[in-house]
């Protein structure tokens, strides 16, 4: 079994930060890929940040500049550090790992979501 568990959401001014962190427990024999979504209401799941194994960034084009992804893999632990926080940034962010258990079985999991709200 493999666990995901977020933190660090919560409510913040504009322009404010907040960094959310995931670390990935269980049954895992390598992760090759961590990366973070975001959900608003009404709204489809949208790639935020995604980083590889090897540190290979992907940012969302509406989050570059703002939001910086980074990972330790000692620790299998994905962070996103997000700067100059708009209200449009305001969902339920879901951490995502695409890894191998030791069952030697590839496929993505999620965490169950940690509420980012941005005031105006």
């Known amino acids: 079994q493999v666990q995901l568990v977020e933190s660090g959401g919560g409510l913040v001014q504009t322009g404010g930060s907040l960094r959310l962190s995931c670390a990935a427990s269980g049954n895992i024999f390598s992760i090759y890929a961590m990366g973070w979504y975001r959900q608003a209401p009404g709204k489809q799941r949208e790639l935020v940040a995604r980083i590889t194994n090897t540190g290979s960034t992907n940012v969302a084009d509406p989050m570059k500049g703002r939001f910086t992804i980074s990972r330790d893999n000692a620790k299998n632990t994905v962070y996103l550090q997000m700067n100059s926080l708009k209200p449009e940034d305001t969902a339920v962010y879901y951490c995502?790992?695409?890894?191998?258990?030791?069952?030697?079985?590839?496929?993505?999991?999620w965490g169950q979501g940690t509420q980012v709200t941005v005031s105006s």
């Open positions: 995502n790992a695409d890894l191998m258990t030791f069952l030697k079985r590839r496929g993505d999991y």
